[in-house]
């Protein structure tokens, strides 16, 4: 079972038996505070979960050299880069790396990367963030990354979500923690929904991260 956008609607005003309009109407903020308790949840499912549906890969090419390259939008989290031929490379502190490259004339393969301001004013097309490498290559190269992206959430465009079809709990759980901070309920309320969302989340984990991430004829099947 999975919950749509509409179904996960209604089902927060049932739990909440909540169906006003000051909860379900748009305000001057042009959301529904019962969407914006949806929105909520999936920000913080997406920061506090490593969901296999996220990940992603990509190849970026950064120039002879130029030790920068700007960090594609859908980027969420760096979770490894290594050049096409196979060698990671380690993720270092800027500051790190501008120690190890004081002379910017010195170039070679890269080994380190990290991140670095543009200096550029911040908008929703540009976060001003590049990555930085060390040592500045020395010709053309080509990186696969792997990363974790921020999905599109549910909304009245779009019904369904990895999230809500799979797990529904998850998403009906957090979303009630947000919707009881809105109407400002009791402590015991609020627990009882948080409680109810770290279990269902801990289970959904260990589905995303160990089940699905373990080889059965290397590791064997797993148990509990």
Known sequence: MGLTYVQLKQAIQDWTENDASEFTTATGSGKAPIDLC???????????????NFRKTTTIIIS??????????????????????????????????REYTQNSATTGTPK??????????YSSSNRRVNYLFGPVPSVDTTLEIGYTIKPTGLSSTNANTYVGDFAPDVILYASLVE??????????KLQRYQGLYDRS????????????????????????
Request: hydrophobic content about 35%; overall charge negative.
């Open 38 to 52: 949806i929105e909520l949840a999936e920000d913080r499912i997406q920061r506090e979960s490593d969901i296999n």
């Open 112 to 121: 380190f990367f990290g991140y670095t301001s543009t200096g550029a004013a």
């Open 64 to 97: 002879a050299n130029d030790n920068t390259k700007e960090v594609p939008q859908d980027v969420y989290v760096t979770r490894y880069m290594k050049l096409q031929t196979g060698e990671f490379l380690e993720e270092k502190d800027d500051t790190f790396i």
């Open 179 to 188: 919707a009881s901070i809105f109407m400002k309920d009791t402590g015991e």
């Open 201 to 224: 989340l801990q289970t959904f984990l260990a589905q995303e991260q160990l089940r699905k991430r373990t080889d059965e004829f290397i590791k064997g099947e797993i148990k509990g």
